[in-house]
């Protein structure tokens, strides 16, 4: 069984930056595919980051950015530490959303949700103007 904590949110104003953390265990994160998802109040379920497996600890995981936080979000795993982190710089409050880390042992499709089975619990991003 694979379980997923998120944490590391918070409020913070415009401009300020966020590190998300997803803590894995039951499996090892470097062989699952990971991805971040984030889900504003009235809107629909989005991609944020996803990362492929890492096949080895040689492989670097093929990474992937939706488009509205390309350049601003970047993924990172600690393989000691079974976890998945995601660094959010230059946040506004278009950012304020639950963000949910999820996971999937097969390579899928990474922006889509469906595809992932299982989700952590989410943790709180609000950004202030």
């Known amino acids: 069984q694979v379980n997923l904590v998120e944490s590391g949110g918070g409020s913070v104003q415009t401009g300020g930056s966020l590190r998300l953390s997803c803590q894995v265990s039951?499996?090892?994160?470097?062989?699952?595919?990971m991805a971040w998802f984030r889900q504003a109040p009235g809107k629909e379920r989005e991609v944020v980051a996803a990362?492929?497996?890492?096949?080895?600890?040689?492989?670097?995981?093929?990474?992937h950015y939706a488009d509205p936080v390309k350049g601003r979000v970047a993924l990172s795993r600690d393989r000691s530490a079974n976890t998945l982190y995601l660094q959010m710089t230059n946040l506004t409050p278009d950012d304020t959303a639950m963000y949910y880390c999820?996971?999937?042992?097969?390579?899928?499709?990474?922006?889509?949700?469906?595809?992932?089975?299982?989700w952590g619990q989410g943790t709180q991003v609000t950004v202030s103007s």
């Open positions: 039951g499996y090892v994160d470097s062989g699952l595919q």
């Open positions: 990362a492929s497996r890492a096949l080895s600890a040689l492989t670097l995981a093929e990474t």
């Open positions: 999820a996971a999937a042992k097969w390579d899928v499709s990474w922006a889509d949700a469906s595809y992932y089975r299982y």
